[in-house]
């Protein structure tokens, strides 16, 4: 059987957990590795593999607690922290993490921030500090996540889509992505943007107010806003992000976020 096979068998019926564990601590050291992935690309669709998340949910049954060390910190956990960071051609600083079963690509740097297991970060991408990339986030190439920006993790159940931010995105500091939103080529988020399946967004560029639910266009620039509800209590604002622009195309990408934030009075 193929590993794909023994984990989604032991998920379903945890009495074949013992057998199943070469192949479930096989399957995180591919993603550590970066040799699988919790979700892939193909075509315009994100596509998420079920058993490997379910390969990291066993994963956890199967390790131990155990006390860590790095320097003078110490820690009391189950999933060590990854390690041949200068053979991976990555930056971390300290006291940033990389968890074991993350996969960052050469040229990806970490702040004092936080990268959990399952996650993929492309290279070229910042990680600022108090930043997280939740568990099975998927990161592209060239994105600028700032200060404190909180990437959700979407680990169950297995076939929920995590949260995916594609190249050349922007994160203004301490906005907020979750519920597997996708944030899509070259998008800016403002400071202090939360973002959920749940919550539309308002795009307000045309006549008239037109909601999106689930992901950021390619290229928006996103901001924080409100909306009017109606409550027994009376009418209140929600917040409800608000699309009010879209970047400009250029092949200097640098330009053209600079030429973004300056236009549309961006705080990030």
Known sequence: MADSEIIEAAYEDL???????????RTIAALDAGEVRVA????????????????IVLYFRLAGMETMTAGPFEYYDKIPTKTDLEAAG??????????????????????????????????????????????????GRDVHISGGVGIGGVLEPPNARPVIIEDGAFLGSRSIVVE????????????????????????????EPIAIRG???ANAVIVPGTRPKEF?????QLQAPLLIGYRSESTDRKTS?????????VEV
Request: proline share 7%; hydrophobic share 45%; aromatic share 8%.
């Open 15 to 25: 009495s074949l957990l013992d057998q199943a564990e070469p192949a479930v601590r």
């Open 40 to 55: 892939e690309k193909v075509g315009d669709t994100w596509l998420v593999n079920d058993w490997v998340k379910e390969a």
């Open 90 to 139: 990555i930056r971390v600083v300290p006291p940033g993490t990389v968890r074991y079963g993350a996969y960052c690509e050469p040229g990806v740097v970490v702040m004092p921030g936080y990268v959990n297991i399952g996650a993929y970060v492309g290279s070229g991408t910042m990680v600022d500090t108090w930043a997280t990339v939740g568990s099975c986030a998927q990161i």
């Open 180 to 207: 597997g939103v996708i944030v899509e080529k070259g998008a800016v988020l403002g400071a202090n943007t939360m973002l959920s399946a749940s919550v539309p967004i308002i795009d307000v560029t045309g006549s």
């Open 215 to 217: 992901r950021v266009p």
């Open 232 to 236: 027994p209590a009376g009418i209140y």
């Open 257 to 265: 976020l600079n030429d973004a934030l300056r236009t549309f009075e």
